[in-house]
């Protein structure tokens, strides 16, 4: 029989999620998506993810592939997000070679992270609350040494179940929003490692209140020291904002699942 490959651009806010992985007497994003396909389709459905998201992380941004055994018609489109539950949306889907694959694929993956600094019930379960003073300056500083071809093993939560912990980062940024009450921090690399993320901004909120500064937090990094007790930032904060892919016609729709266009944050 032949299969036709298929990948689906789509976003989720992670909120009612316990990530996107499926898990037994948990929802998750992938479940749900297969339960609506398979249904759709007429035909069993597995969907092979980009990558795995933790429970309350969002992406405005995701890429998944399916195998079927017939073409899908592409005014379907408006159908599968009817029957999708509000909080996933599927922007569009492309027929593919069968060897390219939704998370082996991907030559880079962009996340951001957003922190607001005063009590707003509407950010509350979409961007992390920090109401606290950070130096965003030092922060800036320390996202720095971040980039290059790097040993991230202090900033993994798991390092011995990964096959190594080098990863090349391309971009570490703070911006400040237009009316400097948020902060967001952009990190770009070919690779993450399980809560990889997380750690490095609660690291870099450490030092932004003070509690440390940039050489211990570049120790940390350079010596492979990992920080005790190891936290993470919250993860409603987090999203998967972008992945590249070398032979997919891509359409950069993630600001429209975001809380501000990403062009109106300053650049620290």
């Known amino acids: 029989m032949s299969k036709y490959r298929y990948f689906f651009h789509i976003a989720y806010k992670g909120s009612n999620y316990r990530g996107w992985q499926k898990q037994i ?16 389709l007429k035909e069993k459905i597995h969907c092979m993810g980009c990558g795995r998201t933790d429970a309350g992380v969002h992406a405005s941004q995701y890429y998944f592939h399916i195998d079927v055994s017939h073409q899908i018609d592409e005014n379907l489109l408006f159908a599968i997000n009817r029957m999708l539950p509000p909080d996933i949306s599927v922007f569009d889907f ?16 962009t996340y951001n992270y957003f922190i607001h600094t005063s009590k707003n019930p509407y950010l ?7 109401s606290l003073d950070l130096n965003s300056e030092k922060m800036q500083l320390a996202a ?11 900033f993994c939560k798991t390092p011995d179940r990964h096959n190594h912990t080098i990863c090349k980062v391309s971009k570490a940024q703070i911006y400040k929003s237009a009316d400097g009450g948020s902060l967001r921090f952009e990190i770009t690399a070919n690779r993450f490692l399980k809560g990889m993320i997380r750690i490095i901004v609660h690291q870099l909120l450490e030092l932004g209140q003070g509690k440390m500064s940039v050489e211990e937090f570049e120790q940390q990094l350079s010596q492979q020291i990992t920080p005790s007790p190891l936290n993470l930032a919250y993860p ?7 992945i590249k892919y070398p032979f997919l016609e891509q359409k950069n729709l993630s600001n429209q699942c975001i809380m501000m266009d990403l062009k109106d944050w300053v650049l620290i």
């Open 144 to 154: 720095q040494h971040l980039i290059g071809e790097k040993d991230f093993r202090a």
């Open 124 to 130: 509350s379960d979409i961007s992390s609350l920090y």
């Open 94 to 109: 492309q027929l593919v070679e069968p060897q390219n694959h939704a998370q082996h694929s991907a030559s880079e993956r």
């Open 236 to 242: 409603q904060g987090l999203y998967l904002s972008e």
């Open 25 to 40: 007497n948990a929802t998750s994003v992938q479940e749900s998506i297969e339960d609506v396909l398979s249904k759709f």
